[in-house]
């Protein structure tokens, strides 16, 4: 195991409505990713936080938001939830400095929207 | 063009054989390779890292990276059926990870 974890496993959600998504890092990691991965994709990157600051974005639209607190641990909003938000939600952290790039993941949040 | 390419297979190959996997890339600046094994229905797990053309071995497992050539692969020697997954490449580009779509190995007892 990797000592990150997320929070909850499964989400079952209605269009429309708002989800939060935690992440808890693992110990001596700055640098938190998100990830979503739908079915049978590789994870695409959404966006980074390194030391509470947002550090990257990928092509997620505004209504996908994060947070980073002192501990380390994070969150991912997302808002006006669409069906094809429906996916597994990775959360990776990575020690030392940004420029650590060996990430290891959460075990995902499974998120269906109806 | 994608940005990370690998064949989704599936690749079978025999109990203790050799599976190849591989994988290219467009960005020329890319700096930091990584493979991750994925269980169905698991998260991606850190199996091997290279960032330096050549090839590094860990145990089973051989990286190879050809920057010239933008392509970069794995090798896993005396595959065993707990080896069946999908195999991840994924290759850092400014601040991100650019995973490619897996390929699907299995392995035949």
């Known amino acids: 195991e990797t000592g990150v974890t997320q929070s909850p496993t499964h989400l079952i959600k209605t269009r429309g409505q708002q989800v939060t998504l935690r992440c808890s890092s693992q110990?001596?990691?700055?640098?938190v990713s998100w990830y979503q991965q739908a079915l049978g994709q590789g994870p695409q990157f959404i966006f980074q936080?390194?030391?509470?600051?947002?550090?990257g974005r990928g092509n997620f639209p505004p209504r996908f938001s994060g947070l980073q607190f002192p501990n380390y641990s994070s969150e991912l909003n997302v808002n006006a939830l669409e069906l094809d938000d429906s996916a597994l939600y990775l959360c990776?952290?990575?020690?030392?400095?940004?420029?650590?790039?060996?990430?290891?993941f959460g075990p995902g949040t499974r998120l269906t929207v109806t | 063009q994608k940005e990370v390419e690998q064949n989704s297979g599936p690749l079978s190959v025999p109990e203790g054989a050799i599976a190849s996997l591989n994988c290219t890339y467009s960005?020329?600046?890319?700096?930091?390779f990584f493979w991750y094994r994925q269980y169905s229905g698991k998260s991606p797990e850190l199996i091997m890292f290279?960032?330096?053309?050549g090839d590094k071995e860990d145990g089973r497992f051989t990286a190879q990276l050809n920057k010239a050539s933008q392509y970069v692969s794995l090798l896993i020697r005396d595959s065993q059926p707990s080896d069946s997954a999908t195999y991840l490449c994924?290759?850092?580009?400014?601040?991100?990870?650019?995973f490619g779509t897996g390929t699907r190995l299995k392995v035949l007892a």
């Open positions: 110990s001596g990691h700055n640098t």
């Open positions: 990776a952290s990575s020690g030392q400095g940004a420029a650590d790039y060996e990430q290891y």
């Open positions: 290279i960032y330096s053309n």
């Open positions: 994924a290759v850092v580009g400014t601040y991100k990870y650019i």
């Open positions: 960005d020329r600046g890319s700096q930091s």
């Open positions: 936080y390194y030391r509470e600051e947002e550090n």
